[in-house]
Every structure is written in structure tokens, then in C-alpha cells.
């Protein structure tokens, strides 16, 4: 997960925006985003679930995101629009109420979502440096906030370097492990002897907190109307891009523990570093240390960016408090809500648990998705003839059966989910209702 965040504000649309991202351009749009800081900061907490099984994991939770990547499909051939999600949500229910409420937790999942990566961050700069893990996650994001207020202009082909650089560490893990392919047994569960069910419950339960790298699949859609014929190539990028995230995860998960006995990597707080140092030495931990430190904190400073103007957009649209939208004169950026996105933020690093803050994100995303898919099935029947240049095959009658899937398995995904980390996003979810309310009576 690069970049979770999207932009539901409705009123005004970028006027002109140009088509010129291929199916091709759309697509490594969306391997970059999706391949990111997820894999390189969970791995480690995924085997301690999981254990060798944790491949699994990752494939159930590509199933579980491909239900929903299908929705995105279909939603993204109808309205070829960059505030996507909000557009599907409110032509499906007509209620401002779930458009605010789409901005509202887009907020909450980056913000915690922001935590978890800067966790992770510290886990690999702690390894070499021996630095505490909060006090570095919490520099991190003082840091980034800082850059973030003086004014960032961000750069596609620095986004683009970082990038490369995430995926091909990915790849060198894999062509490191070949030759030890097999030399494992990839059944193993975390607790030996433990029954069937038990290790179902594991692999569902790592999945739910690996879908953390999955996240991204779903921002191909904002960029429709930057798409050249976005009704057929949007829905055939986010295909693409899902599948070969997941294919280069799977074999990522296979060659660790073909590498490091999955108690290792679950003990490390820089679980990639330690797969590097295994077959390279000490000057291939640092090395990896340094790729995803790169990888963590670009993702950190990208999402900053991206929730502080999310924020200022929904402020100035009065749906949230005049206070958040206001630009400092000098710097001209949202001072505000930079500082409101960076307190939050560094409020989860606090609770010290990488594990838990990616579940608390992880919630919120859950609770989108299910938006989007209850949105994708209400338009089979409120606008049944209206245009679907893609369709999701396997339909009874009118009813999407993959997006009926969609809603089954993040309901699932979500009852997955540690019960104080779904209280703790429920709760906060649920305050954006009166948050609603109050700011309508008072515009």
C-alpha cells in the first residue's frame, strides 16, 4: 500500500483534465501504488499468525480483493470520474450522508493508516541505528509534517524511483530464494498440532491484516478521467495490477520463509532486512534496510500530503469545521489540517503495536469497500440500463453474485479483525454520523 486515499469531494472537478495515461501507463499506476510500504512492514507479523502458511493469507486475501476490484470495475466503466467512490455512492443511495461519510473514513483509515507505515519505518531504522521504535515513528512523522507545511510539490518520477526500488527488492528476495523452493513445509501453521478450523481462523485472521498491501487497487480508478478510453481501460488495469501484486506477494511469502524460519521473521521489526542478511550478509541487511525505509517513508509523506488536502477540501465545503481549511499566508498550505492529520497520527503510533494500528486502518478500509460494493449491487437495479462497457460476469438476474461475495467476505474480513482494533475504527467511524449532523445545522 502506497497511497490509500482518495479524494470524495463532489462540488468541483478538475475542468480539462487531459487523457493521456494508457492501459499500459494505468496499470504500472497501480502495481506502484498497490506495492508499497504494506509488505515490507507486516511480513514479519503476518508469519508470527500465520507461520509458514502465510501464503495463504495472501491469496485469501487477493480473493477477497478481487470481489471488490470487480465492483470498482464495473462502477468505473459507468462513472469514468476521479472522485470515484463518492460519485458511485451517492448515484447509488442519493444520500449526502454516505458521501460524507466516504470522505469521513477515507480520513480515518489514512491518518491511522499513516501510523502503521511509520511503525514500520522504525522497525528498519531501529535495526541498524538502535533507535526506539515510538520515538522514531513519531520523528518521522514531525519530520514529514514539516516538509509537508514549508510546501511539497510532488514529483511522479521520484514517486516513480521509489517505486522501482520497493519492487525490485521484492524481486531479489524472490530470485534469492529459488534455489531453497521446497526445502520447507509451506503448511506449517504458527501453533503445531493445533486442529483445521484453528488454522483456517489463523490464515483469515493474517489475512485480514495483510490486506494492508493490498490497498491501492482501487486509486486506478481516480485517474479515469486522466484515461485514454478509461471505460474499458480502468476496469482492465485494475485486473492487471491486483494480479500481479498478488503473484509477486505470494512468492515474496514463500521465499522468506524458505529463507528465515518464520519464528525469526515474526520476532524482527525489520523482517526483510534479516531474509537479505541471511544469504547476503551484513552489507545486504543494511541494504534492504535502506530500500524500505525509502518505501516507508515516501508512503508516509504521500499520504500526509494527501489526507491535510482532503481535510482543507471538506472544510471549505463546510462539511467539516471552517477552522481545518484555513492556508497559512507565507507557506500558503492548510497548516490546520496538517497539524490535525499529524497529531492523530502520531496519537496510534503511541499505542506502540504495529499489529494493531494496521487492523484499526484496516477496519476503516473494509468499511469502504463494503460502501462500494453495496453501491455496485443497488445500481442493478436503480439504473439497470444505463451503460456497463464492463460488466462483472456471474449474475442471477440482476444481482452481481461477485459483488454479493464482496459484501459477504469484507463482513468476514472485518469480523477478523481483533475486537479492540475494530471497536476503537467502529467508534471512530461512527462519530463522523453526528459530526454530520452538527455541521448541517450550523451551515
Not at 40 to 53: C, D, R
Not at 73 to 81: G, R, V, Y
Not at 150 to 161: F, P
Not at 375 to 385: M, Q, S
Amino acid at each position: 500500500m502506497r497511497h490509500p486515499l482518495h479524494q470524495p469531494e463532489p462540488n468541483i472537478l478538475k475542468p480539462g483534465l487531459e487523457r493521456n495515461v494508457s492501459l499500459a501507463e494505468a496499470t504500472v499506476y497501480g502495481v506502484g501504488i498497490i506495492v508499497g510500504a504494506g509488505i515490507y512492514a507486516l511480513i514479519g507479523e503476518v508469519a508470527g499468525i500465520a507461520g509458514n502458511s502465510m501464503w495463504m493469507s495472501f491469496v485469501l486475501a487477493a480473493v477477497v480483493a478481487s470481489f471488490t476490484a470487480l465492483s470498482y470495475c464495473e462502477l468505473s466503466s459507468m462513472f469514468p470520474k476521479s472522485a470515484a467512490e463518492y460519485t458511485y455512492v451517492k448515484n447509488a443511495l442519493k444520500s449526502d450522508l454516505a458521501g460524507f461519510l466516504i470522505g469521513w473514513v477515507s480520513i480515518f483509515a489514512a491518518m491511522v493508516g499513516i501510523s502503521a507505515v511509520s511503525i514500520g519505518f522504525a522497525g528498519y531504522f531501529s535495526m541498524p541505528f538502535g533507535t526506539p521504535i515510538v520515538l522514531t515513528a513519531v520523528s518521522l512523522i514531525a519530520l514529514l509534517t514539516i516538509v509537508n507545511f514549508l510546501g511539497v510539490k510532488e514529483s511522479a518520477r521520484l514517486n516513480l524511483v521509489f517505486t522501482i526500488i520497493a519492487v525490485l527488492g521484492l524481486v531479489v528476495i524472490i530470485f534469492m530464494a529459488l534455489p531453497l523452493f521446497g526445502s520447507v513445509d509451506y503448511f506449517a501453521s504458527s501453533q503445531p498440532g493445533l486442529p483445521l478450523p484453528g488454522v483456517f481462523n489463523n490464515v483469515a485472521v493474517a489475512a485480514a491484516l495483510i490486506f494492508f498491501a493490498f490497498i491501492g487497487f482501487e486509486d486506478i480508478a481516480n485517474i479515469s478521467e486522466e484515461t485514454v478510453n478509461a471505460r474499458h481501460a480502468v476496469p482492465k488495469a485494475i485486473l492487471i495490477s491486483l494480479a500481479i501484486s498478488t503473484i509477486l506477494y505470494i512468492l515474496v511469502s514463500v521465499s522468506v520463509v524458505s529463507i528465515v524460519p518464520w519464528q525469526e521473521l515474526a520476532a524482527s521489526t525489520a523482517p526483510i532486512s534479516i531474509v537479505a542478511g541471511t544469504i547476503l550478509g551484513e552489507p545486504g541487511s543494511l541494504i534492504f534496510c535502506f530500500i524500505a525505509l525509502f518505501a516507508t517513508a515516501s508512503t508516509v509523506l504521500i499520504t500526509l500530503v494527501a489526507v491535510s488536502r482532503l481535510i482543507y477540501g471538506m472544510s471549505s465545503d463546510h462539511s467539516l469545521p471552517g477552522i481545518v481549511s484555513r492556508v497559512h499566508s507565507k507557506t500558503k498550505t492548510p497548516f490546520v489540517a496538517i497539524a490535525f492529520t499529524s497529531i492523530i497520527a502520531m496519537l496510534f503510533v503511541f499505542s506502540g503495536s504495529l499489529k494493531q494500528v494496521a487492523f484499526v486502518s484496516n477496519f476503516g478500509v473494509f468499511a469502504l469497500f463494503l460502501m462500494v460494493n453495496i453501491a455496485a449491487i443497488v445500481l442493478r437495479f436503480r439504473k439497470p440500463k444505463m451503460k456497463r462497457p464492463f460488466k462483472a460476469p456471474c449474475n442471477i438476474g440482476k444481482l452481481p453474485v461477485f459483488s454479493i461475495l464482496g459484501v459477504v467476505t469484507i463482513l468476514f474480513m472485518m469480523s477478523r479483525i481483533e475486537p479492540g482494533a475494530a471497536l476503537v475504527s467502529l467508534a471512530a467511524i461512527l462519530l463522523g454520523i453526528p459530526i454530520y449532523f452538527l455541521m448541517a445545522r450550523i451551515r
